[in-house]
Each structure stands twice: as C-alpha cells, then as structure tokens.
C-alpha cells in the first residue's frame, strides 16, 4: 500500500514539475544571448557562417512545430527540452549502473579465486 503511494505521488510530481516548467518557459528572455549581443554591437551578425542545417536542430529558435500559438510552441519547447535533458541523465544513469555492477561483480569474482 506505501509502495503504491509513493509512486502516486512521484507520479503526480513528475507531472506538476512539468506543469510548472512548461510555465516558467514562458518567462525566458526574447533578447539575445551574450555573443549575439556582440556580434549586433560589432556589426559581424551577417557574416556567420551556417555550419549546420536549420533542421538538425531538434527545437530551433526554441519554438517547437508550427502551432498559431506562440506561448504554447514555448511552452512546449521547454517541455520538451526538460525531456530531453531527462532522458541523457537516465541514460548516463543506466550505464553507470551497469558499469558499476559489472566492476563489483568482477571483484567479488576475483576473490573467490
């Protein structure tokens, strides 16, 4: 009963650190980042070069697909981002995981021999 309380509550955590993130996605600042300020100050802007293709990128500009609504294409690009993210971290976890039961494995191998 516990263990299913627990997860009811992860669960619902989960969804309301989403909520809140697709929210505070809203409040991220339309001026450019540090460089590009520069590069508009100094007049080098025009000349960057394209060394990738705008559709490599997986949320470019930060706006995700081609919905009317600008706050729900943020919304969901900073959804999606924490995905993302979440999903790296869950695998560097795994494997870290599995390195590890492998190295403690070896070890207790090594010592019984």
């Known amino acids: 009963?516990?263990?299913k309380k627990n997860i009811l509550i992860s669960i619902i955590s989960i969804f309301l650190i989403l909520l809140i993130a697709m929210a505070l996605s809203l409040?991220?600042?339309s001026?450019?980042?540090g460089l590009e300020k520069v590069?508009?100050?100094y007049g080098f802007?025009?000349?960057a070069i394209e060394v990738l293709p705008e559709d490599f990128f997986l949320i470019?500009?930060?706006v995700f697909g081609?919905?009317?609504n600008e706050y729900l294409q943020t919304s969901l690009a900073g959804l999606f981002g924490i995905l993302i993210i979440s999903g790296i971290f869950i695998l560097v976890y795994f494997l870290y995981r599995t390195?590890?039961?492998n190295r403690i494995k070896d070890r207790a191998d090594s010592k019984d021999e």
């Open 1 to 3: 009963m516990k263990m």
């Open 27 to 29: 409040l991220a600042s």
């Open 31 to 33: 001026y450019p980042d």
């Open 39 to 41: 590069a508009g100050r």
């Open 45 to 47: 802007t025009d000349s």
């Open 60 to 62: 470019p500009d930060y």
């Open 66 to 68: 081609n919905l009317g």
């Open 99 to 101: 390195i590890n039961r």
